[in-house]
């Protein structure tokens, strides 16, 4: 399905064996405009349009303006509102499976980064992370 262009890669927290491959084939498929990705209606949000896509599972893709840690919860800002701009947030007790994987949201600042999940409203549009295969590197 991935490779074909005909699904969107959703991970979860309990089963991330494989999400590097997956992200590969849908990287491909996306590149190439199969399936899916030919319709706008799928294509990867900017932080700026995430608010108009809220309840939608979406893919979300900018630069980490800011980063914070507030009453243990991480928040990676996309914009300078933090009550407005769209963020994705890490809760205290997931932070560890960030930790286990070597990944440190904190030093996400001025790094162009993709997050996949659900948007909800929470002071703007926000994308709340479980692990860390929800948020992808993109400029190492």
């Known amino acids: 399905m991935l490779k074909r262009g005909f699904a969107c890669v959703h991970t979860f927290a309990d089963n991330r064996a494989l999400v590097p491959d997956m992200l590969a084939q849908e990287r491909a498929a996306r590149v190439a405009e199969r399936g899916i990705w030919r319709h706008p209606y799928y294509r990867i949000r900017a932080p700026d349009d995430a608010a108009r896509h809220v309840g939608g599972f979406e893919v979300v893709e900018g630069r980490v303006v800011a980063t914070a840690r507030v009453s243990g919860r991480t928040f990676l800002n996309f914009g300078p509102g933090y009550k407005t701009d769209f963020t994705a947030g890490i809760a205290a007790p997931n932070r560890r499976a960030f930790s286990t994987a070597g990944v440190d949201p904190m030093a996400l600042k001025d790094h162009h980064v993709r997050v996949r999940g659900w948007i909800k409203s ?19």
């Not at 002071?123 to 190492?140: C, K, R, S, V």
């Open 122 to 140: 929470s002071n703007g549009a926000m994308i709340e992370a479980t692990h860390p295969e929800q948020i992808e590197l993109l400029d190492e």
